[in-house]
């Protein structure tokens, strides 16, 4: 047998034990309704500056500019063109991150900053206990992230766009991803998962990282998405360490309808 395939027979039998935040059924819901969109491709037109997001961090919220400065002054936020990914340590809570060299990074930076922030913070502001909500704060940070660079330059406009229209993107092939979980458990259940079935490119999407649940670890994306348009509508909600149980107890369809008001209208971008 091909080892890939025992390796994910392996991780299949461990994941079916689990608890997973939506059903199958719920995710086929959000699947059918979320925008769809096609992946635009960024290239270097707006050089990267750290110094503008470092000016935005500092404007927005001191402490935040702080842990950063001294994440950067300790080597404990690593930037290296060496590494393959880029993502925050969970146990470390150093950040690494891989630079595209593309306007992107605009992005790329802000969003693992924030994460860098949020596991440096204590409390931390999504709790261990809430990481299918990992992805929310960091968004929400970019949100505001986006409103500084609109009142600096129409310049970023496209860029913005084709950011959103590609976390968009990026968010339904999540929930994707979680459902092509479901349905390999669904196969092992029955007893009829085999070699056959096997497709290696969408086994490697599920195992990327060796995350502890991937339906779990999927719906992050979604979440983070739709949440954050919640949390645009509602500037009352803080984002301190309470916003795990919050964001637990809000109903997820009515919240979906404000992510749906925030993202219903297709943007016409050229690539960048
Ligand atoms: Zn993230």
Redesign the pocket.
Known sequence: MNEEYINFLQKIEEQVKMEKYLSPKEIKKYYKQFPKRKYISYNADIPFSLETLLNFYREYNIDYYKIIMDGLSRGRIVISNDLKDSYVNINSNKAYISPHQSSYDYFLFA??LS?YIDRNLTPHIIDDHYTIF??VF?RAIENAYVNYLQNISPAYTSLIDVTQNNRLYFARRHLESALYEYYYEKLYLKGKLNEKKFDSQIVSRLMKRNVPNVVDYHL?YFF?EVFSSYLKEHPEIPLDSNLGIILSNLDLSSSYECFEEDNHHKVKVKNL
Do not use: S, T
């Open positions: 969003h693992e994460h990992a992805e960091p992050r983070g």
